[in-house]
Every structure is written in structure tokens, then in C-alpha cells.
């Protein structure tokens, strides 16, 4: 059951395949709005700030360290009888995971919520293998049996109305259910629980990994992360190599921080902090734990201007409150992952060849910036990432456009003669003091917006008259 | 940076490119709400545009070089003063770093410690005026870049609730982006219209009959998109308004 995404090229092409769909701008709307709603009704009050500084300053510390913290997070890991694998691709990832479960001899395998998993399309890979791979967060779920990928960071299905999920989940399963959540909660839950029982895999992601003991730790608030790791017997955790911290100092920082930003939640309702496999004084547990660490781009960089972008903690507060994001959700960023986040990483992921339009993808409002709990820079790396492209990938048309733009207004008496040329050029155009349909390129103005006209007296010629 | 304590004599008018050819009624009430203000106004003539049209598309060798226009222009005034969040963002917070490593960079910085935009000169600097009035029902946009890169949260609406009879209404996300984004309105003009229609349903749901913001952007990508909808509430500039409600115009 491969899942496709939206379809387009660019980040415009899916824009408007999605923005034809009004049904997703109104159930984000209303859902993001909750989100930031619980979010700030928690955090009034706190002094916010401090924690930003506090988030920001352990997660800069760590990533300047990463080399010597992954070191001593393995070396640990492995002490415990944790199985480490540096994957240095995606490919690589998936290859070893299919190789535990080929050894296994796997035929099932549950999935907890895990971007990183989503990022090297690991499910493709083993239901290729014809293994049957189950989502068991909720919304990961809807958005499998939809054969959609996840519209957002940790709310997957967010763009989805409850009445859309019930008739999903009656058409899949040939069920009658309302579409009280309730009740599709607690159906979903039998068909699930069933399933973790037979499962001969587990697969989990990791919100942070913790350096001093080797050890991982998993947020979930559907419970569906613990079972996933601790029923079946072998259980693989995927993990970006960017998500360590030190010790568990800096995890009861950054955990009510993750929290709070996402969901508006104090404490999320599981909190599993997994230091290895079955010890044999253990009641249960998995016989074998292995976590992947996934390199697959992020190394480059480190030594780049856009470092920070690996302090992100995947809290999805950038998502929530961008208003481009609002209207068209994850789908339209071409990649797992979307909003300002995604604008910025995909590209450095990926290449700007194949993601330099994303950046562009914003107005540079600044909301991701101002909301980040590490307080990355989002758009001020959007506008870096513009500078880059200008430099590499900008067509001659969009260059000459700005070097003769930019000429004519470093003169004033040359930026007066554009006014007086301008008035001229219009006249045809005009209908009083605006343009209902002008040429190219300012066509794609007026497609959906009526254009000013250049006044007929400017405010420089008004001025020298009032002079005179 | 800014100086609560000492009003200047005289300031320029750094009117920005957009006011300049497209809406000099909003230059010519800035001027009269400065005059009111009891400070005297300057327009330097050799100024264009701060250059962020390039400078957000990643040009930044061509915004420098529009962006020079304004260090030339403004090198002697003693406060410059803009009816436009964006613009005097661009100033405050990029020029010194566009600038840096180059021969302008002492005269970016001076230009950056001086530069205000109008409703923080008026409320901050010379402290609010005479109130005037207006029979009408506002409804007031944060513009993105004066609200996040300059902090103006409470200045304009200062300024619209000392008008008589004017009444201020707050749409449901004041501070969302309009979805102007100067280029960006262009390079994705389909999303930037839906992001203005979520603008202007949550204006019309407050049933103001003006929409104010501080940034002509903003306003024409409002204004024209209303105009294709038809919408009932007018969008106007906080300078416009505001010299309405003083009978300056």
C-alpha cells in the first residue's frame, strides 16, 4: 500500500491542487487554532522566554558536541546490549532494517510515530519484502489506510474532518460507525491491540536520545509507542543523529518545552525512557532493541550557516502557526516534512535542485521564528537559503529582472523617468486608478487581485509642487 | 534606541517606494500628522526603495544597490521617520548586516539608529496628540514586519482608540500574515489570495467597516483582493485614517 502524495513538481503545483480542496484549509484552521489556543492558555503566565533561552542554549551546546556525544551515547547503548547502526543514507537504513527482519523471519510489524522512518520511506520498503506494516498512532493510521503520508509533524491526519474519518473507517473496514471520536477511537483501538500482540516487530522513532546512559525516550499520548516497543520481541527505533542530549538534566528541560509547544500539554500522557532489551531479571521487554541512527544528509550541515536547523525538536509549533502551511497543510511541501521546518530542511536534505523552490514557499512573517521553543531562525535561514539559490539555480529572466530593477532605482532621476514611463505604459491597462488584467509577469498579480495604477501626481511630484 | 525624552525639530520622511508612486495620499497624511505633531518635515529627494524586493529574493547585491539610495539620502537628517512597518524593519534590522564588510557599513548603522516608523515616532517619541474623530467601526492588521522585527504591538491602536467616536474592534488573529509578502505575492499569487480571503473573512466577521494596517503592502494586495470579492469593509492606512479623524485632509 504505497502511499502517494500530492501530486506536482513544485511547491505552486501542489499549492493548487491542495487549495482546491477547501475542506483542508477549514478542518486546519480550526484544529491549528486549538492547538495554539491550548499552547498559550498553558503557557500564559510562565516566563516563556527563559525556557526559549534555556532550549536554545542545551540544544546549541549539544549539536556544537554531537560527535562526542553520539560517541558516548552508543558506547553506553552498546553496554546495555542495545545494537547501534550508524546509517550514513537512507538506503542504508532501510537495509538493515530489513535485514533484522528478514532474520526474524517478520511478517508483521507495528509502527509507532517516527518522521525520521517517514523521511527514508522505510514501510514501502518492507511491505516490498511483503511484510504487513500497521501504523498504531491514530493519525498515522487514518493517513495509511487513506494511503495518504502524514499531513503534519504530530498531528498526521490533522486536515481531516471527523466525519471524513468515519467515512473512512467505514469504508475500509465495511463498519457503521458515527463519527463520535470516541467511538472511532475505540474501534481503531480493538483492530490495533490485536495486531501488537501478533507482531513479530516493533517500530518506534525517538524524541531524544540521552547521552549519559544510553538511552531513548519516546512522547506519545496514545500509549501506542510503549506497546510498540516493549510487546513485540524485537523492537527498532529510528532516530535522527541530531536528537541527543546530554543527560537527563537537559531532558526535563526539553521534554516540558516539546510538550508544551506541541500539543499544549504539561506532560504528554506516556513517557518512556528505554535504556536497552530484556535484562533476564526482566518480567518483559523486547529480547532485541536496536536503534538506527540516521545521518542521511544532516552531517553536511553541521559546518553550515544553517547548524541551527538541528536543534529543531520536531514539536510542530512552526506548522501550527504558519499561515501558509494553515491553508494547504504538510502535503503541498513535497516532502514528510512540511511548514517552515520543512521549507528549510528539505532543501538542505534533498539538494536545491530538486526542493530550491521551498524557500520561497513563506512570506517571511517571522510567526515560526518568534514561536520556535530553540529559537532556530526560521526565516532568516528561508532568506538564506534565497541567497543561495539566487547564486545558484535563478533563471536569467528572474536575474536580469532584478539587475535592471535594481538599476533603475539606484538613480533617482532614473526611478523618476520609471514613474513617467510607467504612467504611460499603463494607460491601456487602466480603469480609473486600477489594472483588472495586466501582462506578464504582473498578470499573475491580477489574476486574482486588482492593481493600483502609479498616481498620476506621485508624492515626489506633490511635493516640489507644494515647494513651487 | 529610542529616545522617549527628546522630540527632534525636524525629521525626513523616508515615504518608501510603494507610497511614493502608488499612494502618495498616505505620504501626504504622514506629513500633516507629523506637522501636527509640532515637528518639520523633509522629503530628501534622492531616495528610492530600502531595496527589499531583491533583498527577500535572495539579490543582494541589488538591493545594496537600491538600498544605497536611502544612506545617501538620509546622511544629514537628524531622525527619518516611515509610514511603513516593513520598510523601516528592513532598515532597522537587515541594513547593518546587507551592509557589513562594506564601505557603507558606518553609514547603515547611523541610518539604523535613527530610523522610525510613524506610529512609534508619534506614540513613542512625541508622546499622542489631539484625538479628532470618526464615526466608524476599525478593525486593526498587525503587519508582520512591524509587529515581529520592530515590536509594534500596541501603537497604532493607541492611536486609533484617542479618536473620538471611533470604535475598535479585534478580528480573530490580528497578527496572522495577510499573505502579502511583497514577491511572494507574485511567485505564489494563488496562495497569497487565499491567505488575504482568511484576512478579510475574519474582517468581515467583526462587520468593521475599516480594515487598518501601517503598511501599504499589506493594502494594496487587501484592497485589490476585495475589490474582486466585493467586500464591504474598506482598507485603509493608519496615516490616512488618522488624518481623516484630525480633519487634515
Known amino acids: 500500500m504505497t502511499r502517494t502524495g500530492t501530486p506536482g513538481r513544485t511547491f505552486e503545483q501542489r499549492a493548487h491542487v491542495l487549495l482546491g480542496q477547501p475542506s483542508i484549509g477549514r478542518n486546519l484552521g480550526s484544529a491549528l487554532d486549538t492547538m495554539l489556543g491550548t499552547r498559550a492558555a498553558l503557557l500564559a503566565g510562565t516566563d516563556l522566554e527563559a525556557m526559549r533561552t534555556a532550549g536554545e542554549q542545551i540544544r546549541a551546546h549539544t549539536i556544537a558536541n554531537l560527535a562526542g556525544y553520539l560517541e558516548e551515547w552508543s558506547e553506553k547503548a552498546e553496554a546495555r546490549g542495545t545494537r547501534v547502526f550508524f546509517a550514513d543514507t537512507g538506503a542504508e537504513a532501510v537495509n538493515y532494517v530489513r535485514d533484522v527482519c528478514r532474520r526474524r523471519h517478520a511478517s508483521l510489524v507495528v509502527k509507532g510515530k517516527s518522521m525520521a522512518s517517514e523521511e527514508i520511506a522505510l514501510a514501502d520498503a518492507l511491505e516490498t519484502d511483503g511484510i504487513e506494516v500497521l501504523e498504531t498512532d491514530l493519525g498515522e493510521y487514518i493517513q495509511q489506510i487513506a494511503e495518504e503520508p502524514p499531513a503534519h509533524i504530530i498531528a498526521p491526519a490533522v486536515h481531516r474532518s471527523r466525519g471524513e474519518v468515519r467515512d473512512l473507517f467505514n469504508r475500509v473496514h465495511g463498519t457503521d460507525l458515527s463519527d463520535e471520536p470516541a467511538r472511532l477511537t475505540a474501534f481503531a483501538r480493538e483492530h490495533l491491540r490485536a495486531k501488537f500482540l501478533e507482531a513479530d516487530v516493533g517500530i518506534t522513532g525517538v524524541n531524544f536520545a540521552i547521552a549519559e546512559t544510553g538511552s531513548i525516550s519516546i512522547v506519545t499520548n496514545e500509549g501506542n509507542g510503549r506497546m510498540s516497543s516493549s510487546l513485540p520481541p524485537v523492537h527498532i527505533a529510528i532516530m535522527g543523529m541530531e536528537r541527543i542530549l546530554p543527560s537527563f538534566r537537559e531532558l526535563t528541560v526539553m521534554l516540558p518545552l516539546l510538550t508544551a509547544s506541541a500539543t499544549g500539554q504539561r506532560v504528554s500522557t506516556y513517557y518512556n525512557v528505554i535504556s536497552g532489551p530484556r535484562r533476564p531479571e526482566d518480567p518483559d521487554g523486547p529480547e532485541e532493541l536496536h536503534v538506527v541512527v540516521l545521518d542521511n544528509g544532516r552531517s553536511a550541515i553541521l559546518p553550515t550557516e544553517y547548524r541551527s536547523i538541528l536543534h529543531c525538536i520536531r514539536c510542530g509549533a512552526c506548522q501550527n502557526v504558519c499561515p501558509v502551511f494553515r491553508q494547504v497543510s504538510g502535503h503541498a511541501y513535497g516532502s514528510v516534512y512540511g511548514g517552515p521546518i520543512g521549507a528549510v530542511l528539505t532543501p538542505l536534505l534533498r539538494g536545491m535542485e530538486e526542493a530550491g523552490d521551498l524557500p520561497h514557499a513563506s512570506s517571511l512573517c517571522g510567526a515560526c521564528t518568534d514561536i520556535c521553543p530553540v529559537k532556530i531562525p526560521l526565516h532568516e535561514h528561508l532568506l538564506g537559503l534565497r541567497r543561495d539559490g539566487a547564486r545558484e539555480r535563478a533563471g536569467a529572466a528572474e536575474r536580469t529582472t532584478f539587475r535592471l530593477w535594481s538599476w533603475a532605482w539606484s538613480s533617482p532621476r532614473r526611478y523618476r523617468l520609471f514613474a513617467r514611463l510607467s504612467r504611460l505604459g499603463q494607460f491601456p491597462f487602466a480603469r480609473g486608478n486600477r489594472v483588472r488584467r495586466a501582462p506578464f509577469p504582473l498578470s499573475r498579480w491580477t489574476r486574482g487581485r486588482d492593481l493600483p495604477t502609479v498616481a498620476r501626481r506621485t508624492f515626489r511630484e506633490r511635493w516640489s509642487d507644494r515647494g513651487a | ?110 541610518l539604523t539608529s535613527k530610523t522610525y516608523e510613524l506610529s512609534e515616532f508619534l506614540v513613542d517619541v512625541c508622546g499622542a496628540t489631539s484625538q479628532g474623530s470618526l464615526d466608524a467601526r476599525v478593525t486593526f492588521h498587525d503587519s508582520c514586519h512591524g509587529l515581529r522585527e520592530l515590536g509594534l504591538t500596541g501603537q497604532g491602536r493607541a492611536l486609533l482608540e484617542e479618536v473620538d467616536g471611533l470604535e475598535l474592534v479585534e478580528m480573530a488573529r490580528p497578527d496572522a500574515c495577510c499573505g502579502f509578502g511583497g514577491t511572494f505575492s507574485v511567485r505564489l499569487p494563488e496562495m497569497a489570495d487565499a491567505m488575504a480571503d482568511d484576512k478579510l473573512d475574519q474582517t468581515a466577521a467583526t462587520e468593521a467597516d475599516v480594515l487598518v494596517a501601517g503598511d501599504s503592502g499589506c493594502l494594496m494586495h487587501l484592497v485589490g483582493r476585495a475589490s474582486r470579492r466585493g467586500d464591504r469593509a474598506r482598507p485603509v492606512h493608519l496615516a490616512v485614517l488618522l488624518a481623516e479623524a484630525r480633519g487634515l485632509r
Open chain 2, 1 to 110: 534606541m529610542i529616545n522617549a525624552d527628546r522630540r527632534p525639530e525636524r525629521v525626513a520622511l523616508f515615504v518608501t517606494c510603494l507610497v511614493d508612486l502608488l499612494y502618495p495620499e498616505v505620504g501626504e497624511a504622514t506629513v500633516s500628522l507629523l506637522e501636527e505633531a509640532g515637528v518639520a518635515v523633509d522629503f530628501p529627494v534622492g531616495q528610492t526603495c530600502c531595496g527589499q524586493p531583491p533583498f527577500n529574493s535572495g539579490f543582494v547585491e541589488d538591493a545594496r544597490r537600491m538600498g544605497r539610495t536611502l544612506l545617501d539620502a538620509f546622511e544629514d537628517a537628524e531622525a527619518v521617520v516611515s509610514p511603513s512597518g516593513s520598510c523601516t524593519a528592513m532598515v532597522r534590522s537587515h541594513f547593518p548586516h546587507l551592509f557589513e564588510g562594506t564601505p557603507d557599513e558606518e553609514r547603515a548603522r547611523g
